[in-house]
């Protein structure tokens, strides 16, 4: 799972739009939802860090990729760039309704290179996010 920039502030920033609960809340949720999946978590403010784990999917060991862009979402033809050049199922996440906010917030460079976008079910979305790649995981 890969959250990118300010995400390491949930619970803080703006919790009328993303909720009290905290990055570590939500991890926490989903190793407890689903025990059985060995979860690699990386939060980075920095799109190189993110790009480059995004490449070491590449290596085979990963089944499948969750992914909060944050305000890379965007803005971020690096990472989508990098996301087309791996071939396992990738679902891409928001806490709040990106198409429910400012118009600038409303396009996903990211999200063209993913499976399909979960928004706005604040933490539920990771947890529905993950039932997905687990739908697109078995086919």
Do not use: C
Not at 28 to 43: M, R, V
Not at 48 to 55: F, K, S, T, V, Y
Not at 106 to 115: C, Q, V, Y
Request: no cysteine; charged share 25%.
């Amino acid at each position: 799972m890969l959250n990118g920039p300010n995400l390491n502030l949930l619970g803080e920033r703006d919790p009328d739009q993303y909720g009290k609960e905290t990055l570590q809340d939500i991890e926490n949720s989903l190793k407890e939802a689903y025990p059985d999946i060995d979860f690699i978590f990386l939060q980075s403010n920095h799109e190189g860090d993110l790009i480059d784990a995004i490449h070491s999917v590449r290596s085979g060991t990963i089944d499948g990729l969750l992914a909060n862009w944050g305000g890379f979402t965007h803005s971020s033809v690096a990472i989508h760039d990098a996301l087309e050049l791996i071939n396992i199922p990738k679902v891409e996440v928001h806490l709040s309704n990106i198409h429910a906010r400012e118009e600038f917030r409303e396009r996903s460079i990211t999200g063209k290179a993913m499976d399909g976008i979960i928004t706005g079910f604040g933490i539920n979305s990771y947890l529905l996010g993950t039932e997905a790649l687990k739908q697109l995981s078995s086919k």
